[in-house]
């Protein structure tokens, strides 16, 4: 079963404007964490912003925040204020929490490729 | 923050060559480090968990005698991709866990002719 599901393969937004990429997880651990990485067309993973289970507050970083519904699975990525510089592939990703601690590795969504349009 | 540099960076080989990908934590220590591999506009999957000091936790799929993984000490783990062949062309990237979360190399695309 997918863990994570990211909805939108494609997204376009207008310079400037806000955008919002969708995610929705599935894991039945009460402490789990999700990130949001952006992939540019250079292959490097640029982490962008977290959000722990237990975190009572959205998580904000600069012109990024999560919206996160817990009830709802739900961790969608804002993008404020959107650049030409953030095109690029964006990733939903999970920590899974049924190894034991340390050997938790990422599990990722199929990623949503966004353009940003001038 | 936390470094993990990746190399090579680009790696063309002939078929039936293996290739080496190594990662090195910069100024940590990498217990555990994560291979994932990506084909072309699709997600990171992982391939394999290696440890420092204990052998490779492979996935469910990945072939563990053509993908060496070594992890001979705490700031180094490398791939091997062995005996390569074109549908192993792909890009490659490791991950380390840090304190503050996750740092990723910046990958290997590997094409094989």
């Known amino acids: 079963a997918q863990k994570i599901t990211q909805t939108q393969p494609g997204m376009f937004v207008q310079e400037k404007e806000a955008v919002t990429l969708d995610c929705t997880y599935d894991t039945s651990d009460q402490s789990y964490g999700l990130f949001w990485y952006k992939q540019p067309s250079s292959g490097e993973m640029i982490f962008l912003i977290y959000?722990?289970?237990?975190?009572?507050q959205n998580a904000t970083e600069g012109r990024y925040s999560l919206n996160f519904q817990k009830a709802r699975k739900s961790a969608n990525l804002v993008i404020s204020a959107s650049q030409l510089g953030d095109s690029a592939m964006y990733f939903c990703?999970?920590?899974?929490?049924?190894?034991?601690?340390?050997?938790?590795?990422?599990?990722f969504g199929k990623g949503t490729r966004l353009s940003v349009i001038a | 923050g936390a470094v993990v540099s990746q190399h090579p960076s680009r790696v063309i080989c002939k078929s039936g060559t293996s290739v080496k990908i190594e990662c090195r934590s910069l100024d940590f220590q990498a217990t555990t480090m994560f291979w994932y591999r990506q084909f072309p506009k699709q997600s990171l999957m992982l391939m394999a968990t290696s440890n420092e000091g204990s052998k490779a936790t492979y996935e469910q799929g990945v072939e563990k005698d053509k993908f060496l993984i070594n992890h001979a000490s705490l700031t180094l783990s490398t791939l091997t991709v062995t005996s390569a062949h074109p549908e192993d062309s792909s890009f490659y990237i490791c991950?380390?866990?840090?304190?503050?979360?996750?740092?990723f190399g910046s990958g290997t695309r590997l094409t094989v002719v």
């Open positions: 959000q722990g289970s237990y975190d009572e």
């Open positions: 991950s380390a866990r840090d304190l503050h979360g996750y740092t």
């Open positions: 990703a999970m920590r899974e929490l049924f190894r034991p601690p340390g050997n938790t590795p990422l599990v």
